[in-house]
């Protein structure tokens, strides 16, 4: 029992620090939400496994890594969790590319929240290339929904 949970741990904890590593400057505002993406595959693989509190915790731990005001991350992922958990039955029986068309809207709802939270507390202001992530996340998945799947099977993780 908690071997499978530490694999998906390791997952997740893989994510954080890729999301973490520095990149070049041009490239920064293209990176997806990578621990947000593998958090999705997991609730919709393993939806008794990866659940609302496990998002919150790991927003909690992006927000307090990124220096952003806290709670703002958590709330999100929180909701796009909800969502995709609810109706992990239902997302399953797409094909990978409709997943991906759903991942991007989950994306865009999860971006336009936190731009919303941000604009309340911080006081920013809307780009349009606040949601070019949205388009590399949406392109991510089915590289990442693949190699998620493999490990998930390779090491037999129920």
């Known amino acids: 029992m908690t071997r499978h ?3 998906i741990l390791l997952s997740v904890f893989v994510s954080l620090v890729l ?3 520095p990149l070049p400057i041009a490239f920064e505002m293209y ?3 990578l621990v947000l993406l593998v958090i999705m595959y997991w609730s919709i693989a393993l939806p008794h496994r990866v659940n609302i509190g496990f998002a919150w915790m790991a ?5 307090l890594a990124l220096g952003s005001p806290l ?3 958590s709330l999100t992922y929180s909701i796009v969790i909800y969502i995709t958990a609810s109706n992990y039955q239902k997302i399953r029986n797409f094909s990978v ?3 991906a068309m759903l991942v991007a809207l989950f994306l865009a709802l999860y971006y336009l929240l936190v ?3 941000n604009h309340f507390l911080l006081d920013i202001y809307f780009l349009p290339q606040y949601l070019w992530p949205v ?9 990442l929904f693949l190699l998620l799947r493999k490990y998930r099977r390779h090491f037999r993780i129920r």
């Open 31 to 33: 990176r997806p939400d």
């Open 115 to 117: 731009f919303w939270l």
């Open 59 to 63: 927003g909690l731990i992006i927000d």
């Open 71 to 73: 709670g703002v991350r």
């Open 135 to 143: 388009l590399t996340g949406a392109l991510a998945w089915p590289w």
């Open 19 to 21: 999301a973490l590593m």
């Open 5 to 7: 949970l530490g694999f």
């Open 97 to 99: 590319w409709q997943q």
